[in-house]
C-alpha cells in the first residue's frame, strides 16, 4: 500500500467516526431510540429548514409526506402520527377548514434539532482542521 492509500484510507475512517458520532448525538439529542431513523431526519430538518426561511411555522399534514420522499405514503402516515403522539409535533385542526389538520413543530423539538445541527457543524470543523 501507498502512503497516499493509506491516508486515503485514515480520511475515510475518520469521516466513518464523524457519521457515527453524528449518529450517536442524534439519538442523545431526540432522546428516544424510536427517531433513529434517516425518515425522521428527513422529516425534522426539512421542517427546520422551511420554517427557518419563512414567517409561518405550520405544515399541511399532507404537505409533510413530500419531506420523506424514501418512504410511500402509508409508512409517512405512521410516522408522523408516532411524532405527534410523542409530543414532538403538535397537530391542530385547521381554522379555514375543519376537515384538514395543522402540524407544528414543538419547541422543544426545534431547540433539539438547532442543538444536534449546532453540535455536527462543530464537529465538521473541527475534523476540517484536523484533516487540514
Keep these: 500500500m ?8 485514515a480520511r475515510r475512517r475518520q469521516f466513518v467516526q464523524l457519521l457515527t458520532d453524528l449518529d450517536e448525538y442524534w439519538i442523545e439529542v431526540l432522546g428516544n431510540k424510536l427517531f433513529h431513523d434517516l425518515n425522521y431526519y428527513d422529516l425534522f430538518t426539512q421542517m427546520w429548514l422551511k420554517i427557518d426561511s419563512s414567517e409561518d411555522d405550520t405544515f399541511r399534514k399532507s404537505e409533510l ?3 420523506m420522499p424514501h418512504i410511500s405514503q402509508r409508512t409517512a402516515i405512521k410516522y408522523i402520527q408516532t411524532a405527534i403522539d ?7 385542526m385547521d381554522p379555514q ?3 384538514s389538520r395543522q402540524i407544528t413543530m414543538a419547541v422543544d423539538l426545534k431547540r433539539k434539532i438547532e442543538l444536534f445541527l449546532d453540535h455536527s457543524v462543530s464537529m465538521l470543523q473541527e475534523a476540517s482542521w484536523q484533516a487540514g
Excluded: A, F, V
Excluded at 410523542?86 to 391542530?92: D, K, N
Design 2 to 9: 501507498t502512503g497516499l492509500y493509506k491516508q486515503s484510507n
Design 86 to 92: 410523542h409530543g414532538l409535533l403538535i397537530e391542530r
Design 97 to 99: 377548514d375543519q376537515r
Design 65 to 67: 409526506y413530500k419531506l
